[in-house]
């Protein structure tokens, strides 16, 4: 019962232009959204996140945007950059506990 | 200055054997977890701890214990170690009233 859904395994991205990850969730209790990024044997670091009483969330070339009636979130990276490349997870908390997707592989090509 | 730190990094050992990962965190938070990263890559909570006292525990089997001695710090002992049980494992910190989580480096089992 996946309550989190990151439906694109993989995205490929110029450099320069702009990278939009989604992702879906289906429990309505979920109160509160963050996206994590990861490197390849390390540990995800904490990138953005957002209230559910908010739509929008924007730290530096980070967007991220809610849409609580779609029960769907967007990270928004612009301009992406060859260092951007990373899994992203996606993350929902019901005040209790996060519960992550599967991850989006991002791949930046300069 | 390493914030949440996890030893070994890699753990190679055998089907039945017992066996421990540490974790450690020098951010003062209150709230220690477990995840375990599967195959299918999903990051699944196990354990939270709050100031040493368990507060999740997601239907994990009793061969997983994890033991807090004081808040910075959250061990996870595994016995009679199986297949499945190879995975990533990921320790995380927070403070209260906070969400947002921070993890350790992940400490890779392999059992054979």
């Known amino acids: 019962d996946q309550q989190v859904k990151q439906n694109s395994p993989s995205l490929s991205v110029q450099e320069g232009r702009i990278s939009i990850l989604n992702c879906d969730y289906t429990?309505?209790?979920?109160?509160?959204f963050l996206w994590y990024k990861k490197y390849p044997a390390e540990g995800p670091t904490f990138l953005i996140s957002?209230?559910?009483?908010?739509d929008k969330n924007e730290d530096g070339r980070f967007t991220v945007f809610l849409n609580k009636s779609a029960k769907h979130l967007s990270l928004h990276i612009v301009p992406s950059q060859p260092g951007d490349s990373a899994v992203y997870f996606c993350?929902?908390?019901?005040?209790?506990?996060?519960?992550f997707g599967a991850g989006t592989i991002l791949r930046v090509k300069s | 200055d390493t914030a949440v730190s996890q030893t070994p990094k890699y753990l190679v050992t055998q089907m039945g054997n017992d066996k421990s990962i540490k974790c450690e965190q020098n951010?003062?938070?209150?709230?220690m977890y477990w995840y375990k990263q599967d195959s299918k890559k999903f990051l699944k909570i196990m354990f939270s701890?709050?100031?040493?006292?368990?507060?999740i525990n997601e239907t994990v089997p009793n061969r997983f214990s994890p033991k807090s001695p004081d808040k910075a710090h959250l061990n996870l002992h595994i016995n009679s170690l199986e297949l499945g049980d190879s995975a990533v494992y990921f320790c995380?910190?927070?403070?209260?009233?906070?969400?947002?989580?921070?993890f350790g480096p992940g400490t890779r089992l392999t059992v054979t």
């Open positions: 701890y709050n100031n040493k006292e368990l507060i």
């Open positions: 993350a929902a908390s019901d005040g209790n506990k996060l519960v």
């Open positions: 995380a910190s927070s403070s209260p009233r906070t969400y947002e989580q921070y």
């Open positions: 951010l003062g938070h209150d709230t």
């Open positions: 957002i209230s559910s009483i908010k």
């Open positions: 429990n309505s209790m979920f109160d509160y």
